[in-house]
Structures are given as C-alpha cells and as structure tokens.
C-alpha cells in the first residue's frame, strides 16, 4: 500500500468508521426476531419420550386457539379403541367439551393448510377438573396411511409459557391397558 495511503487513513480515523459503518448497522437486520425455533427442549428427557407433531393456529396469550394434536400413522402400533390426553393443570383455559372434536386430517405444509377431511364419530369425555380428555371413537382407528388429531378450540392461557400435553391411546385386542404414545409441547407467548 502506498506511503500517502496509509498516513491518510492513519490521520482520518472518520474515513474508517464510514467504511466499516454500512457492516456494523446490518447485524441487527440480520437477526430475526420473530423466528419459531426448530429445537423443542425437554427438562427431564429420557428414552421412552415420543415427540409428537402439533399445530396451533394462534399462539398469544389470551388468544382465540386451535390445537391440533396429529396422530400420523407411524404414532400408531395397531387400531386404537381410545385416547387420551393429559392436559397440564397449569393449562389454565376454560375448555368446554363442545369446542373438541376428532378427525381425520390432511397436514399442512408450506403450501397447504391444516384442516380436518373428516369428522369421526366419537364420545369425547372430559373430566371434571379438565385435566383429562378421552376419545372413544366409535369404530376402532385402523392403522393405515391416514393421520388423525384431537382438535381443541379454547382461549390461551393468560400465563405464557410451555405446556406438556401426554397421549395415551388403547389398542385393539389389549385388556384395558393404556400404552403411551407421545408428548407435544405448546408454547404460548
């Protein structure tokens, strides 16, 4: 580099900070706050834990919601008699048992949409201190290539956070024993 070059840079300190200016004020730009995290952390995960798929539709507090909590056919082992879903008692939304169904679903993608193909008839029980959600459906779900999901429409919680919702589901030919099929972990913000 030239002598005169270097003491004008040397001398001109304002000239620097002008070229280096435009990477400086791109960083922020750069982070997108309003990205969805592609990692889900579990506290206490261990071999038996199943992630399950989910969708919601609206993840705000005190936000009108759907959930969909999917049961793809890799979910299933066998045809399922019943379901349940445990719901956390820190949950604490006002779900009513006329807001709930059982479909069949198409999952969306990043051209399609989430939405039910086909209602299945079933008797949805839910307990009285709404931790506990069965679904018996009236003919047993075959394991084919079809997904399946719970569909809850409800108001967020007020209190924002991460709330673990467990599946357990009854299979043909078992003597009223429950196996566990997964976890999901809805954020609401």
């Not at 038996?48 to 909590?69: H, P, V």
């Not at 479909?103 to 008839?121: A, F, L, N, S």
Request: aromatic share 14%; glycine share 4%.
């Amino acid at each position: 580099m030239n002598k005169n070059l270097k003491k004008f840079f040397k001398k001109h300190i304002l000239i620097k900070v002008l070229l280096i200016s435009p990477f400086l004020l791109s960083i922020p730009l750069l982070n997108n706050t309003e990205a969805k995290a592609a990692l889900e952390f579990q506290w206490d995960e261990d071999s038996g834990y199943r992630k399950l798929k989910w969708f919601q539709k609206n993840n705000l507090s005190k936000a009108r919601n759907t959930i969909f909590f999917f049961f793809r056919p890799n979910d299933r082992k066998e045809s399922l008699l019943k379901i349940t879903l445990k719901i956390p008692k820190t949950f604490k939304s006002e779900i009513k048992k006329e807001k709930i169904s059982f479909c069949k679903v198409r999952i969306g993608g990043y051209e399609t949409r989430t939405k039910c193909i086909e209602d299945i008839p079933a008797d949805i029980e839910l307990n009285e201190d709404k931790t506990s959600l069965d679904i018996f459906p009236y003919t047993p779900i075959p394991r084919n290539k079809d997904s399946y999901a719970i569909v809850i429409k409800v108001f967020n919680p007020r209190r924002t956070g991460l709330y673990q919702f467990h599946s357990f589901g009854q299979y043909f030919g078992n003597d009223s024993v429950s196996s566990y099929l997964g976890s999901a972990t809805i954020l609401i913000d």
